[in-house]
Protein backbone atom coordinates (compact mmCIF):
# COMPACT_ATOMS: atom_id res chain seq x y z
CA UNK A 1 0.00 0.00 0.00
CA UNK A 2 1.38 3.73 -0.49
CA UNK A 3 1.12 6.29 1.78
CA UNK A 4 -1.66 8.04 -0.33
CA UNK A 5 -3.97 4.77 0.06
CA UNK A 6 -3.41 4.57 3.40
CA UNK A 7 -4.35 8.74 3.80
CA UNK A 8 -8.07 7.51 1.69
CA UNK A 9 -8.96 4.29 4.25
CA UNK A 10 -7.47 6.22 7.59
CA UNK A 11 -8.92 10.28 7.12
CA UNK A 12 -12.15 10.28 8.34
CA UNK A 13 -12.61 14.34 9.09
CA UNK A 14 -15.16 16.29 7.24
CA UNK A 15 -14.26 16.74 3.81
CA UNK A 16 -12.65 13.30 3.57
CA UNK A 17 -13.40 10.42 0.71
CA UNK A 18 -13.11 7.62 3.83
CA UNK A 19 -15.00 9.90 6.05
CA UNK A 20 -17.92 10.40 3.81
CA UNK A 21 -18.47 6.67 3.82
CA UNK A 22 -18.63 5.87 7.26
CA UNK A 23 -20.75 8.68 7.40
CA UNK A 24 -23.00 6.26 5.47
CA UNK A 25 -23.65 4.04 8.26
CA UNK A 26 -25.45 4.56 11.92
CA UNK A 27 -23.04 4.47 14.37
CA UNK A 28 -23.56 3.55 18.23
CA UNK A 29 -21.87 6.09 20.50
CA UNK A 30 -23.00 5.69 24.15
CA UNK A 31 -25.27 3.37 26.27
CA UNK A 32 -28.68 4.98 26.85
CA UNK A 33 -28.62 4.31 30.46
CA UNK A 34 -25.47 6.25 30.95
CA UNK A 35 -27.92 9.51 30.63
CA UNK A 36 -29.86 8.57 34.09
CA UNK A 37 -27.97 10.77 35.94
CA UNK A 38 -25.59 13.05 33.84
CA UNK A 39 -27.62 14.69 30.83
CA UNK A 40 -25.21 16.12 28.77
CA UNK A 41 -22.06 14.78 27.45
CA UNK A 42 -19.44 16.55 25.37
CA UNK A 43 -18.44 13.53 22.65
CA UNK A 44 -16.25 14.00 19.64
CA UNK A 45 -17.13 11.56 16.43
CA UNK A 46 -15.76 11.93 13.20
CA UNK A 47 -13.31 14.49 14.00
CA UNK A 48 -16.12 16.97 15.42
CA UNK A 49 -16.90 18.37 18.41
CA UNK A 50 -20.27 17.36 19.19
CA UNK A 51 -22.87 17.52 22.48
CA UNK A 52 -24.85 14.58 23.09
CA UNK A 53 -27.96 15.31 25.31
CA UNK A 54 -30.97 13.53 26.36
CA UNK A 55 -33.84 16.41 27.35
CA UNK A 56 -37.01 16.22 29.92
CA UNK A 57 -39.17 14.42 27.58
CA UNK A 58 -36.26 11.66 27.19
CA UNK A 59 -35.16 12.94 23.68
CA UNK A 60 -31.69 12.78 22.90
CA UNK A 61 -30.27 15.50 20.78
CA UNK A 62 -26.61 15.44 18.92
CA UNK A 63 -25.61 18.62 18.39
CA UNK A 64 -22.40 21.20 17.33
CA UNK A 65 -20.88 21.99 20.58
CA UNK A 66 -19.90 25.69 19.96
CA UNK A 67 -23.20 27.78 20.74
CA UNK A 68 -24.24 30.10 17.62
CA UNK A 69 -24.53 33.01 19.86
CA UNK A 70 -20.68 33.56 21.00
CA UNK A 71 -19.27 30.12 21.06
CA UNK A 72 -19.53 29.08 24.55
CA UNK A 73 -19.60 25.28 25.09
CA UNK A 74 -22.93 24.00 24.94
CA UNK A 75 -21.70 20.50 26.93
CA UNK A 76 -21.86 22.61 30.00
CA UNK A 77 -25.60 23.90 28.73
CA UNK A 78 -28.67 22.50 30.92
CA UNK A 79 -31.61 20.10 29.28
CA UNK A 80 -34.97 21.24 29.47
CA UNK A 81 -38.69 19.93 28.15
CA UNK A 82 -37.38 19.60 24.39
CA UNK A 83 -33.80 20.44 23.58
CA UNK A 84 -30.42 22.33 25.29
CA UNK A 85 -30.13 25.21 26.93
CA UNK A 86 -26.60 27.25 26.51
CA UNK A 87 -25.56 28.24 29.97
CA UNK A 88 -23.96 32.26 28.79
CA UNK A 89 -26.78 34.06 27.19
CA UNK A 90 -29.38 31.21 27.37
CA UNK A 91 -30.11 30.29 23.98
CA UNK A 92 -31.93 26.77 23.28
CA UNK A 93 -31.63 24.75 20.57
CA UNK A 94 -34.38 21.79 19.53
CA UNK A 95 -32.87 18.66 18.42
CA UNK A 96 -32.58 19.66 14.60
CA UNK A 97 -30.47 22.09 16.04
CA UNK A 98 -32.82 25.06 15.35
CA UNK A 99 -32.46 28.15 17.71
CA UNK A 100 -35.83 28.13 19.77
CA UNK A 101 -35.28 30.73 22.06
CA UNK A 102 -33.09 34.29 22.72
CA UNK A 103 -34.41 35.32 25.62
CA UNK A 104 -32.86 38.91 25.49
CA UNK A 105 -33.52 39.18 21.75
CA UNK A 106 -37.33 38.11 22.50
CA UNK A 107 -38.03 40.54 25.16
CA UNK A 108 -36.36 43.44 23.09
CA UNK A 109 -36.98 42.88 19.63
CA UNK A 110 -39.49 39.98 19.32
CA UNK A 111 -41.07 40.84 15.87
CA UNK A 112 -37.59 40.40 14.52
CA UNK A 113 -37.41 36.41 15.22
CA UNK A 114 -33.98 36.02 15.30
CA UNK A 115 -33.81 32.76 16.67
CA UNK A 116 -35.28 31.12 13.17
CA UNK A 117 -32.80 32.59 11.08
CA UNK A 118 -29.90 31.03 13.76
CA UNK A 119 -29.56 26.98 12.97
CA UNK A 120 -26.52 25.10 14.60
CA UNK A 121 -25.77 21.38 13.18
CA UNK A 122 -27.23 18.82 14.54
CA UNK A 123 -27.38 15.08 13.82
CA UNK A 124 -30.12 12.08 13.83
CA UNK A 125 -30.00 9.81 16.69
CA UNK A 126 -31.69 7.02 17.72
CA UNK A 127 -31.77 4.36 20.84
CA UNK A 128 -32.19 1.01 19.87
CA UNK A 129 -31.06 -2.16 22.02
CA UNK A 130 -29.71 0.24 24.94
CA UNK A 131 -27.23 2.20 22.39
CA UNK A 132 -27.69 5.48 21.43
CA UNK A 133 -26.92 5.50 17.31
CA UNK A 134 -26.53 8.63 15.34
CA UNK A 135 -26.30 9.21 11.56
CA UNK A 136 -24.14 11.76 9.94
CA UNK A 137 -24.51 11.34 6.52
CA UNK A 138 -26.67 13.20 3.86
CA UNK A 139 -30.43 12.70 3.98
CA UNK A 140 -32.60 10.62 3.58
CA UNK A 141 -30.49 7.71 6.50
CA UNK A 142 -31.17 4.46 5.81
CA UNK A 143 -32.44 1.82 7.98
CA UNK A 144 -30.68 1.57 11.75
CA UNK A 145 -29.61 -2.49 11.44
CA UNK A 146 -31.96 -4.54 13.45
CA UNK A 147 -29.75 -7.20 13.83
CA UNK A 148 -31.02 -10.27 15.66
CA UNK A 149 -29.40 -10.33 18.75
CA UNK A 150 -31.15 -7.33 19.88
CA UNK A 151 -34.43 -9.31 20.02
CA UNK A 152 -33.12 -12.10 21.58
CA UNK A 153 -34.93 -13.17 24.20
CA UNK A 154 -34.13 -13.92 28.18
CA UNK A 155 -30.63 -12.31 27.65
CA UNK A 156 -28.75 -10.26 30.27
CA UNK A 157 -27.07 -7.34 28.18
CA UNK A 158 -24.39 -5.35 28.93
CA UNK A 159 -22.84 -2.17 27.28
CA UNK A 160 -18.55 -1.02 27.35
CA UNK A 161 -17.14 1.45 25.90
CA UNK A 162 -13.51 2.13 25.97
CA UNK A 163 -11.52 4.91 24.22
CA UNK A 164 -8.69 3.84 22.07
CA UNK A 165 -5.81 6.39 21.10
CA UNK A 166 -4.98 4.93 17.29
CA UNK A 167 -7.03 4.95 14.04
CA UNK A 168 -10.31 2.87 13.59
CA UNK A 169 -8.92 0.86 10.81
CA UNK A 170 -6.33 -0.86 12.39
CA UNK A 171 -9.19 -1.57 15.48
CA UNK A 172 -11.53 -2.66 12.46
CA UNK A 173 -8.64 -5.30 10.68
CA UNK A 174 -8.52 -6.89 13.80
CA UNK A 175 -12.13 -7.97 13.00
CA UNK A 176 -10.87 -10.22 9.82
CA UNK A 177 -8.14 -11.78 11.42
CA UNK A 178 -8.70 -15.71 12.24
CA UNK A 179 -4.68 -16.29 13.25
CA UNK A 180 -4.41 -13.69 15.99
CA UNK A 181 -6.53 -15.68 18.10
CA UNK A 182 -3.75 -18.46 18.66
CA UNK A 183 -1.23 -16.36 19.95
CA UNK A 184 -2.12 -12.84 20.99
CA UNK A 185 -5.39 -14.73 23.49
CA UNK A 186 -4.26 -18.20 23.93
CA UNK A 187 -0.58 -18.50 23.36
CA UNK A 188 0.09 -14.75 25.27
CA UNK A 189 -2.57 -15.16 27.95
CA UNK A 190 -1.08 -18.19 28.94
CA UNK A 191 2.71 -17.19 28.93
CA UNK A 192 2.14 -14.26 30.79
CA UNK A 193 1.28 -16.33 33.80
CA UNK A 194 3.60 -19.28 33.29
CA UNK A 195 6.52 -18.78 31.08
CA UNK A 196 7.04 -22.17 30.10
CA UNK A 197 3.35 -23.01 29.40
CA UNK A 198 3.00 -24.81 26.48
CA UNK A 199 1.65 -23.37 23.11
CA UNK A 200 -2.11 -24.29 22.43
CA UNK A 201 -3.20 -25.88 18.87
CA UNK A 202 -1.95 -24.17 15.44
CA UNK A 203 -4.33 -23.25 12.97
CA UNK A 204 -4.54 -25.76 10.18
CA UNK A 205 -6.02 -23.66 7.76
CA UNK A 206 -8.42 -20.19 7.60
CA UNK A 207 -10.81 -19.43 5.53
CA UNK A 208 -12.59 -15.73 3.69
CA UNK A 209 -16.05 -15.85 2.04
CA UNK A 210 -18.34 -12.27 1.71
CA UNK A 211 -21.97 -11.42 2.26
CA UNK A 212 -24.39 -9.08 2.44
CA UNK A 213 -23.43 -7.41 5.67
CA UNK A 214 -19.78 -8.01 6.07
CA UNK A 215 -17.10 -10.11 5.38
CA UNK A 216 -17.11 -13.99 6.98
CA UNK A 217 -13.44 -15.85 8.09
CA UNK A 218 -12.89 -19.28 9.02
CA UNK A 219 -10.72 -20.86 11.30
CA UNK A 220 -9.88 -24.57 11.69
CA UNK A 221 -7.36 -25.24 14.64
CA UNK A 222 -5.53 -28.74 14.31
CA UNK A 223 -7.20 -30.19 17.50
CA UNK A 224 -10.87 -29.32 16.17
CA UNK A 225 -12.88 -31.28 13.18
CA UNK A 226 -13.83 -29.65 9.99
CA UNK A 227 -17.64 -30.01 11.22
CA UNK A 228 -16.44 -27.27 14.14
CA UNK A 229 -18.65 -23.97 14.08
CA UNK A 230 -15.23 -22.40 13.76
CA UNK A 231 -14.59 -23.45 10.24
CA UNK A 232 -18.08 -24.52 9.40
CA UNK A 233 -20.03 -20.71 10.51
CA UNK A 234 -16.81 -18.60 11.50
CA UNK A 235 -17.03 -15.11 12.76
CA UNK A 236 -18.06 -12.08 10.79
CA UNK A 237 -16.26 -8.74 10.48
CA UNK A 238 -19.85 -7.11 10.42
CA UNK A 239 -19.91 -3.58 7.70
CA UNK A 240 -18.22 -1.53 7.70
CA UNK A 241 -16.65 -1.03 11.39
CA UNK A 242 -18.16 -4.11 13.84
CA UNK A 243 -16.82 -7.56 14.63
CA UNK A 244 -19.41 -9.62 15.77
CA UNK A 245 -18.91 -13.18 17.54
CA UNK A 246 -22.29 -14.83 17.86
CA UNK A 247 -22.55 -13.45 21.53
CA UNK A 248 -21.34 -10.20 21.48
CA UNK A 249 -20.59 -6.94 18.54
CA UNK A 250 -17.53 -4.46 18.98
CA UNK A 251 -17.52 -1.53 16.73
CA UNK A 252 -14.72 0.86 16.43
CA UNK A 253 -16.33 4.46 15.94
CA UNK A 254 -13.89 7.07 14.81
CA UNK A 255 -13.51 10.07 17.35
CA UNK A 256 -11.09 11.43 14.94
CA UNK A 257 -8.13 9.90 12.97
CA UNK A 258 -5.78 9.16 15.96
CA UNK A 259 -8.82 8.46 18.40
CA UNK A 260 -11.48 5.20 18.48
CA UNK A 261 -14.33 4.73 20.56
CA UNK A 262 -14.84 0.89 20.96
CA UNK A 263 -18.48 0.08 21.82
CA UNK A 264 -19.24 -3.57 23.37
CA UNK A 265 -23.05 -4.46 23.05
CA UNK A 266 -22.62 -8.30 25.32
CA UNK A 267 -25.15 -10.93 25.42
CA UNK A 268 -25.62 -13.52 28.04
CA UNK A 269 -28.13 -16.24 27.93
CA UNK A 270 -29.85 -16.88 31.17
CA UNK A 271 -30.03 -20.56 31.93
CA UNK A 272 -33.84 -22.02 31.79
CA UNK A 273 -34.46 -21.34 35.68
CA UNK A 274 -34.27 -18.01 35.12
CA UNK A 275 -36.82 -17.55 32.58
CA UNK A 276 -38.64 -15.57 31.57
CA UNK A 277 -35.73 -12.90 31.90
CA UNK A 278 -36.74 -9.36 31.17
CA UNK A 279 -33.84 -6.77 31.43
CA UNK A 280 -35.44 -3.25 32.64
CA UNK A 281 -32.03 -1.62 31.65
CA UNK A 282 -28.70 -2.15 30.26
CA UNK A 283 -25.92 -1.23 32.10
CA UNK A 284 -23.17 0.82 30.37
CA UNK A 285 -19.97 1.04 31.65
CA UNK A 286 -16.45 2.65 30.75
CA UNK A 287 -13.82 0.12 30.44
CA UNK A 288 -10.34 1.64 31.70
CA UNK A 289 -7.05 0.74 29.04
CA UNK A 290 -4.30 1.21 31.28
CA UNK A 291 -3.17 -0.51 34.36
CA UNK A 292 -2.64 2.71 37.08
CA UNK A 293 -0.01 0.99 38.48
CA UNK A 294 2.34 0.24 36.05
CA UNK A 295 0.53 3.10 33.60
CA UNK A 296 0.79 0.33 30.75
CA UNK A 297 -1.94 -1.36 29.14
CA UNK A 298 -4.16 -4.00 30.81
CA UNK A 299 -3.49 -7.25 29.60
CA UNK A 300 -5.14 -9.71 31.46
CA UNK A 301 -8.93 -9.67 29.14
CA UNK A 302 -9.53 -10.58 25.51
CA UNK A 303 -10.49 -7.18 24.02
CA UNK A 304 -7.86 -5.24 26.00
CA UNK A 305 -5.07 -7.39 24.45
CA UNK A 306 -6.68 -6.73 21.19
CA UNK A 307 -6.37 -2.90 22.30
CA UNK A 308 -2.34 -3.47 22.47
CA UNK A 309 -2.24 -4.67 19.28
CA UNK A 310 -4.37 -1.96 17.74
CA UNK A 311 -2.24 0.95 19.96
CA UNK A 312 0.89 -1.08 19.01
CA UNK A 313 0.42 0.34 15.36
CA UNK A 314 1.19 3.30 15.69
CA UNK A 315 -2.00 5.98 16.15
CA UNK A 316 -2.14 5.21 12.56
CA UNK A 317 -0.38 2.35 11.19
CA UNK A 318 2.18 3.35 8.48
CA UNK A 319 0.96 0.09 5.72
CA UNK A 320 3.93 1.41 3.60
CA UNK A 321 5.98 -0.44 6.10
CA UNK A 322 3.76 -3.95 6.02
CA UNK A 323 4.36 -7.24 5.33
CA UNK A 324 1.79 -9.14 4.12
CA UNK A 325 1.66 -13.01 4.42
CA UNK A 326 -0.83 -16.11 3.44
CA UNK A 327 -2.94 -14.77 6.71
CA UNK A 328 -3.62 -11.67 5.66
CA UNK A 329 -6.40 -12.73 2.81
CA UNK A 330 -9.05 -11.12 4.70
CA UNK A 331 -7.25 -7.81 5.39
CA UNK A 332 -6.67 -7.49 1.77
CA UNK A 333 -10.40 -8.36 0.90
CA UNK A 334 -11.55 -5.76 3.59
CA UNK A 335 -9.42 -2.77 2.52
CA UNK A 336 -10.42 -3.54 -1.52
CA UNK A 337 -14.27 -3.88 -0.09
CA UNK A 338 -14.05 0.06 1.79
CA UNK A 339 -12.04 1.24 -1.57
CA UNK A 340 -15.26 -0.34 -3.95
CA UNK A 341 -17.42 1.46 -1.63
CA UNK A 342 -16.04 4.76 -2.07
CA UNK A 343 -16.25 4.06 -5.51
CA UNK A 344 -19.65 2.90 -5.60
CA UNK A 345 -20.77 6.08 -3.23
CA UNK A 346 -19.34 8.52 -5.33
CA UNK A 347 -20.60 6.87 -8.48
CA UNK A 348 -24.73 7.85 -6.54
CA UNK A 349 -25.18 4.22 -5.51
CA UNK A 350 -25.65 2.81 -1.70
CA UNK A 351 -22.52 1.32 -0.25
CA UNK A 352 -21.62 -2.27 0.74
CA UNK A 353 -24.56 -2.53 3.92
CA UNK A 354 -26.34 -0.40 3.49
CA UNK A 355 -30.39 -0.92 4.35
CA UNK A 356 -33.18 1.03 2.83
CA UNK A 357 -36.29 -1.52 3.05
CA UNK A 358 -37.61 -1.71 6.48
CA UNK A 359 -39.37 -5.15 5.58
CA UNK A 360 -35.99 -6.58 5.59
CA UNK A 361 -34.95 -4.88 8.46
CA UNK A 362 -36.02 -7.26 11.10
CA UNK A 363 -33.99 -9.16 13.10
CA UNK A 364 -31.50 -9.67 10.45
CA UNK A 365 -30.11 -12.63 10.65
CA UNK A 366 -26.21 -13.28 10.66
CA UNK A 367 -23.79 -15.91 11.20
CA UNK A 368 -23.60 -17.40 14.44
CA UNK A 369 -21.80 -20.69 15.86
CA UNK A 370 -23.63 -20.74 19.23
CA UNK A 371 -27.08 -20.19 17.77
CA UNK A 372 -28.68 -22.83 19.23
CA UNK A 373 -27.36 -22.24 23.41
CA UNK A 374 -28.06 -18.34 22.81
CA UNK A 375 -31.59 -18.49 21.26
CA UNK A 376 -32.82 -21.81 23.08
CA UNK A 377 -31.05 -22.07 26.46
CA UNK A 378 -29.39 -24.37 28.82
CA UNK A 379 -30.28 -25.37 32.33
CA UNK A 380 -27.71 -23.82 34.67
CA UNK A 381 -26.04 -27.64 34.74
CA UNK A 382 -25.53 -27.59 31.35
CA UNK A 383 -23.99 -24.30 31.14
CA UNK A 384 -21.87 -25.03 34.20
CA UNK A 385 -20.61 -28.87 32.36
CA UNK A 386 -19.96 -26.55 28.93
CA UNK A 387 -16.94 -26.34 28.27
CA UNK A 388 -17.18 -22.74 26.90
CA UNK A 389 -19.98 -21.16 28.46
CA UNK A 390 -19.41 -22.22 31.60
CA UNK A 391 -16.03 -19.77 32.09
CA UNK A 392 -18.52 -16.99 32.00
CA UNK A 393 -19.98 -18.08 34.67
CA UNK A 394 -16.88 -17.68 36.99
CA UNK A 395 -16.04 -13.81 35.86
CA UNK A 396 -16.81 -11.68 33.17
CA UNK A 397 -13.95 -12.21 30.47
CA UNK A 398 -14.17 -9.81 27.73
CA UNK A 399 -13.10 -6.44 29.33
CA UNK A 400 -11.05 -5.36 32.42
CA UNK A 401 -13.11 -3.16 35.09
CA UNK A 402 -16.43 -4.11 34.94
CA UNK A 403 -18.34 -2.60 38.09
CA UNK A 404 -19.13 -5.17 40.43
CA UNK A 405 -22.78 -4.09 40.45
CA UNK A 406 -22.75 -5.00 36.95
CA UNK A 407 -21.07 -8.33 37.77
CA UNK A 408 -23.64 -8.65 40.52
CA UNK A 409 -26.89 -8.28 38.77
CA UNK A 410 -25.33 -10.61 36.02
CA UNK A 411 -24.76 -13.35 38.66
CA UNK A 412 -28.60 -12.54 39.66
CA UNK A 413 -29.86 -13.00 36.76
CA UNK A 414 -28.01 -16.48 35.97
CA UNK A 415 -28.70 -17.59 39.19
CA UNK A 416 -25.29 -18.09 40.84
CA UNK A 417 -25.49 -14.73 42.74
CA UNK A 418 -23.19 -15.76 46.58
CA UNK A 419 -20.56 -17.06 43.75
CA UNK A 420 -17.29 -15.50 44.27
CA UNK A 421 -15.67 -12.99 41.99
CA UNK A 422 -12.57 -13.77 40.34
CA UNK A 423 -9.41 -10.99 41.05
CA UNK A 424 -10.53 -8.99 37.94
CA UNK A 425 -6.32 -8.49 37.73
CA UNK A 426 -5.76 -11.88 36.88
CA UNK A 427 -4.76 -12.83 32.81
CA UNK A 428 -8.22 -15.16 31.31
CA UNK A 429 -6.77 -18.52 30.30
CA UNK A 430 -8.62 -19.18 27.00
S1 LIG B 1 -22.72 32.02 23.74
FE1 LIG B 1 -24.42 30.70 23.92
S2 LIG B 1 -26.03 32.04 24.41
FE2 LIG B 1 -24.33 33.34 24.23
FE1 LIG C 1 -8.73 -10.57 19.48
Not at 198 to 220: N, T, W
Not at 359 to 377: D, H, S, Y
Amino acid sequence: MDAAENDLLTRIGPGTRMGALLRRHWMPIAGASEFEESRVKPVRLMGEDLVLYKDLSGNFGLVERACAHRRADLSYGFVEKCGLRCNYHGWAYDQTGQCVEMPYEDTVAAKAKYKDKVKILAYPVKVHAGLVWTYMGPLPAPELPDWEPFSWANGFRQIIISEIPCNWLQCQENSIDPVHFEWMHTNWSRRQTDIEAELGPKHAKVGFDSFDYGLIYRRQREDLPEDHSMWTVGRVALWPNCFFLGDHFEWRVPIDDENTLSVSWVFSRVPHESEPYIQEVIPAWRGPITDPETGRWISTHVINQDFIAWVGQGRIADRTKERLGLSDRGIQMLRRQLLDDIEAMEAGQDPKGIIRDPAINQAIELPVAEREVLTKGMSLAEFKAHPVFSKHLERFMFQAGQPPEVWQAYCEAMGTAGAPAIDDRKVIEI
